[in-house]
């Protein structure tokens, strides 16, 4: 299976300062298609998971401008731009390369 | 607007079965692969099964493999998630989740399973 390792664990953050949590992969998730799936999500408390940042680097429609992705081959990145303090919750890493789907464990993101 | 409303969560006896459903509006259902991933209390994020569009292709997690089965109606815009065999291990929350990009999940479906 491919395992994520996301770092840092968790996270303390200043509202207006930027953020940032990486994801590393065992695998590489760069598909023949050209395609690398990696897949960023936030789970605010109570709620359902929401998608922030597919293929690495494409922001949902629903996502803030304030998140972006980066990151190639095992490496990934989620940067906030600046942070509010609605961005509270768990942050998720999730590849879709190969079966089983995997997600990183998770990292708690709170403010100072 | 794209809705996933899961339903069919409940109480179960070790041992017993459960048939979760999820009923999708605002988007063409009959086209997309589908997901169910659970979360137990406190804990991470789990796949656990995926069907393609025209049920061709379905695959599980090895946890679940041999007592869930996962099906499809697409002229009634609707996933389904069959559980027998029910361990305290499988006790969370179900959410029924569109593919590709995995980008609407719904509010997801509390399974308990406690004698």
């Known amino acids: 299976d491919v395992v994520l390792t996301p770092t840092p664990p968790s996270l303390s953050v200043t509202p207006g300062q930027p953020a940032s949590i990486s994801c590393k992969s065992s695998?590489?998730?760069?598909?023949?298609?050209?395609?690398?799936?990696l897949y960023w999500f936030l789970q605010k408390p109570g709620q359902s998971p929401q998608l922030l940042i597919y293929e690495v680097f494409k922001r949902f429609s629903g996502a803030p401008d304030r998140f972006s992705g980066s990151g190639s081959g095992t490496n990934f990145t989620l940067k906030i731009s600046r942070v509010e303090a609605e961005d509270v919750g768990t942050y998720y890493c999730m590849q879709s390369i190969q079966l089983p789907f995997t997600f990183g464990p998770g990292i708690k993101v709170d403010i100072k | 607007e794209v809705q996933l409303v899961e339903s069919g969560g409940g109480l179960v006896k070790p041992g017993g079965s459960l048939r979760l459903s999820c009923a999708a509006s605002?988007?063409?259902?009959?086209?997309?692969?589908m997901n169910w991933v659970r979360q137990a209390p406190g804990k991470d994020l789990e796949w656990v099964s995926s069907?393609?569009?025209?049920?061709?292709?379905?695959y599980y997690a090895d946890s679940v493999r041999g007592r869930f089965s996962i099906s499809r109606d697409n002229a009634k815009n609707s996933l389904f998630l069959q559980m027998s065999s029910l361990g305290p291990e499988d006790t969370g929350m179900y959410y029924c989740?569109?593919?590709?990009?995995?980008?609407?999940w719904g509010q997801g479906a509390l399974v308990i399973v406690s004698s």
């Open positions: 069907i393609s569009s025209g049920s061709d292709y379905i």
């Open positions: 605002g988007f063409d259902f009959n086209t997309y692969t």
């Open positions: 989740l569109k593919a590709s990009p995995f980008d609407y």
């Open positions: 695998h590489s998730l760069l598909h023949s298609d050209g395609n690398t799936y």
